[in-house]
């Protein structure tokens, strides 16, 4: 058997072994894949099971005829009824909504100007800047509640009012809490712009203030609508620092709820929250599907 013949022979079972030590790595990895993929997939159902199934029962609850949380009995729309029939929960509903509107909307006008502000700052006094703001969001808020009841208070007895905790009260305690969350939604947005569309406006004869309102808001807007979206759901669903810094005067609906913990919560309140969850969900989706349709005209642009 010659010299050749065997280097031929040794040759292709080199490669045949090859070949199959590649395939079968191959097919190790598709299925290792195959069973990450199976995994992540059971995981992500049992993390929006966990997230959603309270919800769920909540609304199932709403529909439900009978008054124990234990029995279904079946379909009704009586506690809805009730809901539009109780004058003094509807003005404790209204109230909160009031209060989140406006305290979003100053947060967010607020907000906007600290994050331009900042951003024009140098890189080290910006990072210290941003960690002084992210205070109020780390900061425990039972504390910050009862610090700005103490100062709330304090400002009273020197202007001689006792009954000072009210409305006012209550709108700058959630402007507080609010800023830093508009600031962490428009911050990253200004650092995604491009500048030089800026420039190139006031080349073209744009004024600084024009230029503002025309090329800077309209790229950060998307920061700003989620900015105070934020705001307003976290002012609305508030219960820890609204507790402390609210008077008889002005009552919100989550402090009212919590008087209802100590006995059987009525069918109304789950008719209430239930309209509540419908009417944030409604509104995520129709931002959402806006900015999906703008990044879409942009792509095609």
């Not at 966990?50 to 008054?67: G, I």
């Not at 234990?70 to 209204?94: D, K, M, Q």
């Not at 100590?262 to 069918?267: A, F, R, S, T």
């Amino acid at each position: 058997m010659s010299l050749n013949f065997l280097d031929y022979m040794f040759g292709c079972m080199s490669k045949m072994e090859y070949e199959t030590a590649y395939y079968h790595e191959k097919f190790v990895n598709w299925e290792e894949g195959s069973s990450l993929k199976k995994a992540s997939k059971i995981y992500t159902a049992l993390i929006f099971l966990f997230l959603y199934l309270p919800l769920l029962v909540l609304v199932a609850l709403s529909f439900n005829t009978s008054k124990n949380r234990v029995n279904i009995e079946g379909f009704t729309l009586r506690w809805y009824a009730e809901l539009f029939r109780n004058h003094a929960l509807l003005r404790l509903f209204f109230n909160s909504l009031l209060l989140s509107f406006v305290s979003a909307i100053l947060s967010t006008i607020l907000g906007t100007a600290a994050a331009i502000g900042i951003f024009s700052m140098k890189k080290r006094m910006q990072n210290f800047v941003m960690s002084i703001t992210n205070i109020p969001i780390t900061n425990p808020e039972i504390v910050t509640g009862v610090s700005l009841a103490l100062l709330f208070v304090l400002f009273g007895t020197l202007i001689g009012k006792n009954d000072i905790l009210g409305f006012a009260t209550l709108l700058i305690a959630h402007i507080t809490f609010n800023v830093p969350y508009v600031l962490l939604s428009v911050m990253p947005k200004l650092k995604q712009m491009d500048m030089h569309l800026v420039d190139a406006a006031r080349d073209l004869g744009c004024t600084g203030r024009r230029a503002f309102f025309k090329v800077t808001i309209p790229e950060i807007m998307p920061g700003i609508v989620s900015g105070m979206i934020m705001a307003f759901t976290f002012s609305l669903d508030d219960f820890v620092i609204s507790y402390f810094v609210s008077g008889p005067k002005f009552v919100v609906l989550p402090v009212e709820i919590y008087s209802y913990t100590k006995k059987q919560m009525p069918p109304t309140i789950y008719a209430l929250f239930t309209i509540m969850f419908v009417g944030i969900f409604l509104l995520l989706l129709t931002i959402n599907l806006i900015s999906i349709k703008d990044s879409k005209k942009k792509k095609a642009l």
